[in-house]
């Protein structure tokens, strides 16, 4: 969905990467720095109510997720590494949203259908980390599971949009139908790529089990 935004973040960012590799400044440390503080904003920000401050923050860095990946580029150092790191702290900040976000409704018990707010960040909490390892799993079986309604940044998109709705007005409802729907598109991406897997690993136990008949 916001596949042509990243890719003119991407172009965007070039000068700004430019200039933070001439100041001897990493890719990884640029990783590892964005993920520090979107795990700070959302785990203060959020649960104590500052939802729409700490949305519009931590929306910014997710659209910046590529900078990394640019600079990585551009310095030639792209590679299995990096491409490691920058998933597994993807995935911690994930959970940090999440879980601000789960906290903002357990602290908040005044805010209307607070448990089903509870109930759904944590479904949305849940198979978001289950629908990246579907992919990494698939992956080491020989397969691959790249399937899907969202992606990461859409999902982290769609949560902090649901949240940040409900300081200019819009019913707090909105947003936990929101993050319903949004936990409804993580099982889905889930159940397609086990089952993409499942096809794929069968025509291929299929194709060893049938006899080359020029053999």
């Known amino acids: 969905m916001l596949g042509g935004l990243r890719a003119a973040m991407q172009r965007l960012f070039t000068p700004l990467a430019r200039l933070l590799l001439g100041w001897g400044v990493s890719p990884d440390a640029v990783t590892i720095a964005g993920t520090v503080v979107v795990s700070v904003l959302a785990l203060t920000l959020l649960p104590t109510g500052h939802v729409l401050l700490g949305g519009l923050l931590i929306g910014l860095f997710v659209l910046t997720d590529s900078l990394d990946g640019v600079m990585a580029r551009l310095s030639g150092r792209s590679g299995p590494w990096g491409a490691f790191l920058d998933s597994t702290l993807d995935r911690v900040s994930d959970g940090a949203v999440f879980a601000g976000i789960t906290l903002w409704f357990v602290l908040h018990p005044d805010l209307p259908y607070a448990t089903w707010g509870v109930a759904a960040s944590l479904a949305c909490l849940v198979l978001g980390a289950v629908v990246p390892y579907a992919r990494a799993r698939a992956e080491s079986v020989g397969a691959t599971a790249t399937v899907g309604i969202a992606e990461r940044s859409d999902r982290l998109l769609v949560a902090l949009l649901a949240v940040v709705l409900t300081q200019v007005g819009v019913p707090v409802v909105v947003a936990e139908v929101m993050l319903t729907l949004l936990a409804v598109a993580s099982l889905v991406t889930v159940v397609q790529r086990v089952a993409?897997?499942?096809?794929?690993?069968?025509?291929?136990?299929?194709t060893e089990a049938t006899p080359d008949p020029e053999a």
Do not use: D, N
């Open 196 to 206: 993409t897997v499942r096809h794929q690993l069968s025509r291929s136990a299929h």
